[in-house]
């Protein structure tokens, strides 16, 4: 590409990033303040010289990209959506029932949608930039590992930013409690301090979703996925970075990795939707929207629901307890595993796809997911039997499914004995696996205190002992765990005057990223407040970005599942 063409293309990202924060803005005005006036000049320059102007920036862009149907072919949403505006808006099409500009709400809303979705590629390319490419980084060595707590600290401010802008609230919110419920969501825990449905109106549930969405895939992962819409490619440095971050074994397999975890996402997500919409259909208002949040919520493992009682109405309910528990299993296993079960059933299902084996590390995580699941549903059935309060097997299968990482609750906490108090925090510890939507120690860290496990090792062995490496590598990472968490404890006692049992629920609870509590989390004192927020991001980030380091010598192995 000559340096003429290179330079017309800089001009119209130039071009783009201006419209971007143009749109920005007014996204901010129209929704974060509707008491504001705006002129109708103004709305009328948003609803149709903006789509048109990013219209004629992305057509002219066709004209100087040195293949325009590779490109095409990249990025056909952006062209079908502002294809769509610009047509109705000419009178061509008319996609929506009303027949005025002013009144053109749906085509307006897909303006707006594809607005904002076209800003946060932009912000992917900034971030591209910013993090990974800027010289000022670069000459002061800023270490791989240190980019996941950087990203995830920006995102948690920009998300409280956002929750505080009065246009989201059904009440005023104090900016702490939104910082809190920031924290919650990008770390997918599920703690909050006020109730979502009675303080958040349908455009702050969204918002809370997109933090929610943002969160389980990790700041990382979507970043990557912002450079390669926007930018096409990854350069070495930052291939380098993203095999680190989100999981890769190889620098080629980086792009892969981060388009599966994305296609899994939808996917899931999508048919999670689709099952609570159809079951949901009837019996709640916007049940397609209603279904799609919780879908996100389930699937990355948050535990933030739109009901009062979080989902105790549902109890008697069984296909949507079904429907959540498969959801949080599913994001619990993490998602090479998911790759690695799907690749083996279709090419046992296809005769024409090559054979492709279950991982070793893929069959570890399903069979002590599975046994943990077995495991605490009889603890909690047998605590129901003892606390004469006997319970389901629907009810302690669902207490033991959403344990470990979720925080769903179909009762409260309260009810259960100390059989049931102590099942639930052992696994809150123990948590979801390796490069999923959860937190705790991870399946496969607690497996190997029991059992010989090393992916470079085909002969395995059900002994261990303590010079076994992996073993020692295990007992080390849970040792540490647990000494944060008890230390949390004893600082919960100290601030808010808890009981042992509840503060440490409380404390293991935030470290776990669960959202499980006791009914005391909107009681919580400033101090209490701030030490749930650093255990969150120390359970979502600072706690994993650990484990990655301690392993990091050790990753080059056959098989590439993650082991923690």
Known sequence: MSDRITKRLRHLDQVAAVLGILAFAMLICRYGFPELKIPRAVVFAWSAILPIGLFLEAMYRLLWVENPWRYLSQHPLRYLILLMIVLELSGVAAWSTEHTLQQRSTSFFAGEFYLAVFLFGFIGSWAKGAIMANRWLANRRVPVLALPAITFAFAILAGAAFLSLPGLHKRPLAILDNLFTSTSALCVTGLSTYDIAASLNPLGQAVLALLIQLGGLGTMTVIGMLALWHGGALTFGERVAFAELVGGVRLRETRQLIATVIKITLIVEALGTLAFWLHWRGRLEHPLLQGAFHAISAFCNAGFALFNDNF??????????????????????????????????????????????????????????????????????????????????????????????????????????????????????????????????????????????????????????????????????????????TVAALLLIYTDQLAVKDATFEAFSALGTVGLSRDITPGLSTAGKWIDILLMFTGRVLYPTLVMWMIRGRRESPDPVPWA
């Open 312 to 485: 105790a109405s549902f109890r008697d309910d069984p296909p949507t307890l079904i429907i959540l528990m498969l959801l949080i299993v599913i994001g619990g296993v993490g998602f090479p595993v998911i790759a690695n079960l799907a690749s083996t059933g279709l090419s046992r299902i296809f005769p024409w796809i090559e054979n492709r084996p279950l991982r070793q590390a893929s069959r570890v995580v399903l069979l002590w997911s599975g046994g943990l699941i077995v495991f605490g549903a009889a603890l909690f059935f047998i605590d129901g039997w003892l606390h004469q309060t006997p319970r389901l097997a629907l009810d302690a299968v669902f207490q033991s499914v959403t344990t470990r990482t979720a925080g769903f609750q179909i009762e409260s906490q309260l009810q259960f004995s100390t059989l049931g108090l102590a099942s639930t925090i052992l696994l809150m510890i123990i948590g979801a696996s390796p490069q999923s939507t959860g937190g705790g120690i991870k399946t496969t860290t607690w497996a190997r205190l029991f059992k010989r496990l090393d992916p470079r090792d085909e002969n395995q062995s059900s002994r261990w002992f303590f010079t076994f490496k992996p073993f020692r590598l295990a007992l080390l990472l849970a040792g540490f765990y647990l000494f944060l968490g």
